[in-house]
Structure formats: structure tokens, C-alpha cells
């Protein structure tokens, strides 16, 4: 799941809860997504949401579900955001299960700098395939 670090972005700097969540960000790789400025291998799309593969997968099913409004990061969410949330979270099964992962997935939600979130437009990792994954975190 780890991308090579030039490809990483920087943490965003502190600003007020409005203008971290907004209807898009120019600069935001997902939003350019979003916006269809950069393709994408699309595996579902609504209104409020879009999933879409991993450029750099980490299992045989790993793709992203992320909602079209920007929202730098899940420590930004708040009540406005439940249905979202909700939504990516309700799709989730059907979704991997469509894609191959029959016998269980995970979803990894990686989120500030601590939780190596790479992309600062939040995003839900769907990973899984026809084989037992590795152990997620190691013991201390």
C-alpha cells in the first residue's frame, strides 16, 4: 500500500474546518480525478462518491473509495459527513466482492502523517484477493 516517497504529499497546513472541507481542491490529485482530468480505472460512481483502482496495488483487489467532495483527511469529518462516510462503508462489500475478494478484505483508512496518508483527500483503501493477507501491524 505504500507508494515511493516522491509521490508523496505534504500535510496541509492548519486551517479552519471550512476550508478543509471543500467542494474541491485545484491542486488535489483525487479531485483532478474526480474532475476526469486524470484517468482512472473506474469501479463505481455516484453522486457522492467515486472507487477506483490503486495505481499501485498491494494485493490482487485493492482499490479506493473516496468521496467527491474534498475532504483532506477522516480527523476532518465531522456530522456533515456521515451519509458519506456511510455511503463509502455500505458499498464497501459489495464492491470487493464484485472485484474478486469473496472470502474477506480489509478497509484501511490511513489518516495524517502518523497514519502515513499519502493523499490529503480522504480515502478508504478496499484490499483483499483469494489468499489470506499479511499481518496488518507488528507486534511491539
Excluded at 31 to 54: M, Q, W, Y
Amino acid at each position: 500500500m505504500s507508494k515511493p516517497p516522491a509521490t508523496r504529499q505534504s500535510a496541509p497546513k492548519r486551517k479552519n474546518r471550512k476550508e478543509r472541507t471543500l467542494k474541491h481542491d485545484p491542486q488535489c490529485l483525487f479531485c483532478k480525478i474526480v474532475r476526469g482530468e486524470i484517468p482512472s480505472k473506474k469501479v463505481f460512481e455516484d453522486a457522492d462518491i467515486l472507487a477506483f483502482h490503486d495505481i499501485h496495488p498491494a494485493a490482487p483487489v485493492h482499490f479506493l473509495i473516496i468521496p467527491k467532495e474534498h475532504v483532506t483527511s477522516l480527523a476532518e469529518c465531522d456530522q456533515t459527513h456521515q451519509a458519506v462516510l456511510g455511503k463509502i462503508l455500505a458499498h464497501s462489500g459489495r464492491l470487493a466482492h464484485e472485484q474478486g475478494a469473496t472470502d474477506g478484505f480489509r478497509v484501511i483508512i490511513n489518516t495524517g502523517r502518523v497514519g502515513r496518508q499519502e493523499v490529503y483527500h480522504l480515502h478508504v483503501h478496499i484490499v483483499g484477493g483469494p489468499d489470506p493477507l499479511g499481518p496488518m501491524l507488528s507486534k511491539r
